[in-house]
């Protein structure tokens, strides 16, 4: 498996950005689709974006396309998520994930981060 780590998050307020990175160790080779998935407190984890090994492919949610980029280095082992025009409702922990196929399912992704928690304020 590969192994995650995510950083970045923080307490911000509404209107401000933040950009989270997930650093990628092992055989990322074998795991060339990341993502971030997030969970707010009494909910289930929900897709927000991932990106394909070269970077050309990505796919957001509706709740974050137009205010979220996902990108990731040129030595693919670094992902990054910027994120502009925070809500209140972006407040979650924020997972970085990496499997070995597309999907926006959690399910799809068998290497987790710890995550790091994102709060927004009104």
């Known amino acids: 498996q590969v192994q995650l780590d995510e950083s970045g998050g923080g307490l911000v307020q509404a209107g401000d950005s933040l950009r989270l990175s997930c650093t990628a160790s092992?055989?990322?080779?074998?795991?060339?689709?990341m993502a971030w998935f997030r969970q707010a407190p009494g909910k289930d984890r929900e897709f927000v974006a991932s990106?394909?090994?070269?970077?050309?492919?990505?796919a957001y949610s509706t709740p974050v396309k137009g205010r979220f980029t996902i990108s990731r280095d040129g030595g693919k082992d670094t992902m990054y998520l910027q994120m502009n025009s925070l809500k209140s409702e972006d407040t979650a922990v924020y997972f970085c994930?990496?499997?070995?196929?597309?999907?926006?399912?959690?399910?799809?992704?068998?290497?987790w981060g710890q995550g790091t928690q994102v709060t927004v304020s009104p």
């Open positions: 994930a990496a499997g070995v196929a597309w999907s926006i399912l959690s399910t799809g992704y068998d290497s």
């Open positions: 092992g055989p990322t080779y074998t795991r060339p689709v």
């Open positions: 990106i394909g090994w070269s970077g050309n492919r990505v």
